[in-house]
């Protein structure tokens, strides 16, 4: 249970050691002392988690450059914050630079100058931008210059190659590429600029460039273009390596330098989603073997004539993004893919899974009354999984259970009867699963004759707060089962603005057509059936639509025009009815697919007549990051969780005011979901990058009143101590394995204290 590694980075020591840097697609940056045994997290205090590229200076391994903005472009991508540099082997960061570039393909550090460094920058990915190209600085990042650029606000720069013995010898690929929440356009033409794409070559460190073209280099393809990737071969300069997406897409090589092209290998692998799968690596010593990134890692030991999936790799998770080979020794290779990082020391024959990286990426998550209570929850790509919430000597990878298959969602266990539970993959493939056998049943609806059903790539699905066996899901529709899922009606006309502008995803990709359901648009995405009126149920759409039924479905009302301010078509990323009183409810939206990555939550008191602002783009009250979830407490109905791409906040004043939570060095990882576990007052994050965090016992927070908050010191209520005598449940894991905590058992004492104290001794009386 790991998560998408978007960037490696390593070095080898005369004595053997092998320092790695992985970069998590959504989970900071980790580093290995010990050749991948053991990952520590040295990018927890910046202000993103979000990776695209690193890179270590060749004169000065201690010189560690990350670019932040993961580049693979998928929907559910994040966003960075520019550049870092370390000077000292990443225990320190310092930010210098290209603060709006949102995301980042690769950084390269001249082989002759350490000041000299290179980033190509793709730019934002929904959104306009002059913030794109390749950029260099050759003052160690003080200053940065812009390069090169495309002809348009949509492309940017995702490759460059240096020559390793001519540093002004490059290459470099733009890419003209925009998604929206409907569709996906990796280059082809724009109103702007016709086939902006490209590969491009200097030969004098970017003063001057040079674009490869199909009539002044014989043997390249013809235009559009989409993604390209390009390598240079270590041990030969003058072989150069590119995977061009076009109408022909194919690897083409030079032997000249790039003078000249020969298309190689043109299968289905040089073809298959180029915007995800866009990485070339050369074998440090042999420049006919070239590893490519795809579904899985592929191999050319003939200069790229011929491409096979490497020997041992079918055993491992697949979508591989990046890879680093050891240069003395290229029989040992680290891989990234979206199951975390894989090792080989025989060349590819044989992989070992690294299980001690814990980035994996959650989209919702619930709990159940067990004792101790399980945690259910789905990631990105790696289906749906349960795990204990504590367990004897720690929590380990062998105490979570997986349970469905594809890209994990939304997943709960059926409280009317233990034996099953409700899981769901991509597109509202919704199934019932029995715990102990594994068997499913898909248990979606279906549509009526000639109808088309448009489910979301997150669908939402709900269980019923008052009836047990009662579920819900979306779909343009709102379905209702009354029977676990056997049989469903149809309780809503569409909900959605039904927009037959946001309905070609047959035609989303651009060059490269790629429906793979993520663009699925004008849908339903929350459902929150009141806890006070079984009768009340909310709906949130992708196209801005606030649905309500106060009948069980008999008729509804759209009550997103009586907001106030609030852009239209905003994507309501969640509705949540109140546990207190039926004519109260939370909405949060979400606009980032508009390029807008503010907050914007709002609460209503009368059934969505009137409505309150809590955060918003012009009053964020401190809130970072587009929002994705709250949670009102079970207890005090002022207690409020907000989840946004950039963390945890907290409110208990309903939303007048709001605080990150830190605790436990928790980073600025996205939070997408939150559940509280009654019994035991626990809050339960799933993050998209870091996995499930569990804050132990949250009554505290309820007894934060406005008198308490005006005492100079106190102590604070909280649950009662159960003392346990730990188990070996987590021993002889070795230094590989992960251990998760499990809650304390001794006694904690929580204080509240108004001011800080930083200096000397801190004494209470009980």
Sequence with gaps: MSGRISAIAGTKEPSGKITLFVGAASGGVWKSDDGGTRYRPVFDEQPVQSIGAIALDPKNAKNVWVGTGESWTRNSVSIGNGVYKSTDGGETWAHVGLDKSERAAKIVVSPKNSDTVYAAVPGPLWSDSTDRGLYKTSDGGKTWTQILKGPNLSTGCTAIAIDPTDPNIMFAALWDFRRKGWEYRSGGESPTAPSASG????????TTWTEITTDGNKGFPKKPYGRIAVAIAPSNAKRVYAVVESPESALFVSDDGGMTWDKRDKSNWMVWRPFYFANLIVDPKNPDRVFKTDGALILSEDAGRSFAVVGGFQGTHGDVHDLWIDPTNPQTIFSGDDGGMWYSYNGGSKWWKGQNLPVSQFYHVSVDDNDPYRVYGGLQDNSSWVGESQYPGGITNSQWENMYNGDGFWM???PADPDYLYAEYQGGNVGRVNRYTHEARNIQPRPNYKEKLRFNWNTP???SPNEKGTIY??????????????????????????????????????????NSSAEMHTTIYSISESPKDKSLIWVGTDDGNLQLTRDGGKTWTNVVGNIPNLPKNSWVSWVQASNFDAATAYAVFDRHTFGDMAPYVFKTTDYGKTWTPLVTSEE????????????EDLVKPNLLFLGTEFGLYVSIDGGRNWAQFKGNHFPAVAVRDLAIQPRENDLILATHGRGIWIVDDITPLRALTPDLLTQEATFVSARPVQQRIEGSGGWANGDAAFVGDNPPDAAVITYYQRSRHLFGKLKLEV
Excluded: C, M
């Design 412 to 414: 709960f266990p059926d």
């Design 473 to 514: 899901i979306g779909a343009q529709f709102l379905f209702r089962s009354r029977d676990h899922g056997q049989t469903w009606d149809r309780i809503s006309p569409d909900l959605t603005t039904n927009d037959p502008e946001k309905q070609k995803q047959e035609q989303s990709g651009g060059v490269t057509i790629d």
């Design 199 to 206: 590969l491009f070559r200097s030969t004098d460190g970017g």
């Design 461 to 463: 699905i709900a269980l």
């Design 620 to 631: 964020s009250k401190g809130v970072r990051g587009y929002a994705h979830v709250i949670k």
